[in-house]
């Protein structure tokens, strides 16, 4: 999952936190770690009139849009879609710090006054953008906008990250598909920086700034992919932004293939892929011709469920319907580890910001992490109930009463399951490097086996593991579990000050981090603050 700083948030009114209490009834609207309280600061979720039947056929997922440039007055409220777990937002984390120089936007009011197209864009017909009700801006920008990109049903749409509307501010409706995964990318140098993938195949690339600034009901110069299936006609299952990649970008698929764009190049209808002799077995296959796509990985039979690249790009993991992680060194199209789950498919992945773990989610109901180092399962998590939906790693969170030392890194990461239940771990390295015994309670990181062949070194480079007996991995027990949502969950993303959890039906729940509602109420805390949480995430890169 991308962490991505964000603005700063308004504290909530009483009646906002009433009326979250009546939406969610018999849940608490907060929860305990060692460090603090999180508290439910607000939620977003679709318009009140939404079909309800149209949920069931896509499963909600959420992207935060972090836009660099201040706009002139305050907007209405914006956001922009979210993939599940994606390489690019650590990659937006990392380099949220300034403008990118370009110049500030200005947004125009709901009658339309005032609005003007950028010359030379086009519209798609088949795509319709509709506004709500109420486009009042109520945020209070400091420098930078952050919006939220969520899909329900056939429909994408946009939030304000620090505003505290329940409601969007602007939908994006598709009459041909259902749209089901999105990427952001902070870092666009020609403005296309928002994909969205369909049920279809069909995938399109648009400028957030450009939709933001156009208020008709058409979608503004998108790029269109894939038109009607022509390269791949199997549902899209996930989308990345390469990191560093000068606007490539890779869309996965259920038939076991993703294929890499690059979006300023055409599009072709005749690719001239050669046909895949052998469905078991890995290969990359390039286009003839100088045209999009310019490669296809063939990487399993069923789908690919999830995507990520490490943060700068290097590696990509893909999990799938047949159980096993596969990571890659992108650029020279070689495998390099993997392993299958204890049971069943694996829905997620996500990265450490300094590329040395992935994490892995699934029907085993467990969370998995893995060693880049040893290249093979080094701890799993037991503690859901359900199957595994989402993971992501706190690259904002360091250890209470830390000194700085790096002798025993400690890492946080939280996942989200169909037993709606959000859950926090440590991971302790000193503590998984040799497999020990630990008396419940004693540690969040314990084993209950032996120490056995599978820690004498590590895997060799290519080798796809078989999965490890219980026995032989060390155990994570969460410092926190908590029902959060009363649907299933489907994701979970980190910013500085606060933690969303999304469920499937399309609701987000923005809680906030201990202590940083008293540090806004200081003068100048929150630069100090920022300060303090950018140095957290950087000290796992050293």
């Not at 603005?7 to 060692?34: D, H, W």
């Not at 156009?214 to 990345?240: E, F, M, P, W």
């Not at 890499?260 to 469905?279: R, W």
């Not at 020279?332 to 580890?337: F, V």
């Amino acid at each position: 999952m991308m962490n991505s700083s964000a603005n700063t948030m308004m504290p909530p009114s009483s009646s906002a936190a009433a009326n979250n209490a009546a939406q969610s009834p018999g849940l608490k609207t907060y929860f305990k770690t060692p460090e603090g309280r999180y508290k439910l600061q607000y939620e977003k979720t679709h318009p009140a009139g939404l079909i309800h039947y149209a949920h069931g056929k896509t499963t909600t997922q959420v992207t935060l849009a972090p836009l660099k440039d201040k706009p002139v007055q305050a907007p209405p409220s914006t956001s922009s879609s979210m993939g599940v777990s994606s390489g690019v937002r650590s990659a937006a984390a990392r380099f949220l710090g300034g403008g990118n120089g370009s110049r500030a936007l200005s947004f125009v009011g709901g009658n339309g006054a005032g609005s003007k197209t950028v010359s030379g864009s086009s519209r798609v017909g088949s795509l319709g953008a509709s506004s709500s009700n109420s486009f009042v801006g109520t945020s209070n920008f400091d420098g930078k906008g952050t919006y939220l990109v969520f899909n329900v049903g056939d429909a994408i749409f946009i939030s304000d990250l620090n505003s505290q509307d329940k409601d969007p501010l602007k939908s994006i409706n598709f009459s041909n598909s259902n749209p089901v995964c999105h990427a952001f990318d902070p870092d666009a140098k020609d403005g296309h920086d928002l994909l969205i993938g369909l049920i279809s195949g069909d995938v399109y690339s648009v400028s957030l700034r450009q939709q933001l600034q156009d208020v008709g009901k058409k979608l503004v110069g998108a790029q269109h992919y894939n038109k009607d299936g022509c390269v791949n006609n199997s549902r899209c299952t996930s989308i990345a932004w390469v990191p560093n990649g000068d606007g490539a970008f890779i869309v996965a698929h259920a038939d076991g293939n993703f294929y890499v764009y690059e979006k300023n190049k055409e599009g072709s209808g005749d690719p001239l892929f050669p046909v895949i002799k052998d469905q078991t077995q890995f290969s990359v296959a390039h286009a003839r011709y100088s045209k999009n796509p310019i490669a296809r990985w063939h990487i399993c039979q069923g789908s690919i469920n999830s995507i990520a690249f490490s943060s700068d790009g290097t590696y990509i993991a893909t999990v799938g319907r047949d159980g096993y992680l596969r990571v890659f060194d992108y650029k020279n199209e070689q495998l390099i580890c993997g392993g299958k789950s204890y049971y069943g498919a694996l829905l997620c992945c996500s990265w450490s910001v300094d590329g040395k773990y992935v994490l892995t989610g699934g029907e085993d109901d467990l969370v998995q992490v893995w060693s880049m180092d040893n290249r093979k399962v080094v701890a799993w998590g037991e503690g859901h109930n359900s199957w595994v939906s989402g993971v992501a790693f706190d690259s904002f969170w360091s250890p209470p009463n830390s000194d700085g030392s790096e002798e025993n890194v400690m890492y946080r990461f939280g996942s989200v399951g169909q037993d709606t239940q959000l859950l926090f771990w440590d991971l302790e390295v000193e503590e998984i490097v040799v497999p020990l015994r630990r008396a419940p309670g004693g540690s969040p990181t314990f084993s209950t086996g032996s120490q056995s062949s599978h820690w004498d070194s590590a895997c060799p480079v290519g080798t796809l593991q078989p999965a490890p007996s219980m026995r032989d991995v060390p155990k994570l027990s969460p410092v926190v579990s908590h029902r959060v949502h009363t649907e299933p969950l489907s994701g979970v993303i980190f910013t500085q000050e606060s933690v969303l959890s999304v469920c499937r039906d399309g609701h987000i729940k923005i809680w906030t981090r201990p202590g940083f509602s008293e540090a806004q109420s200081s003068n100048g805390s929150d630069s100090l603050l920022n300060t303090t949480l950018k140095e957290k995430q950087f000290s796992y890169r050293q």
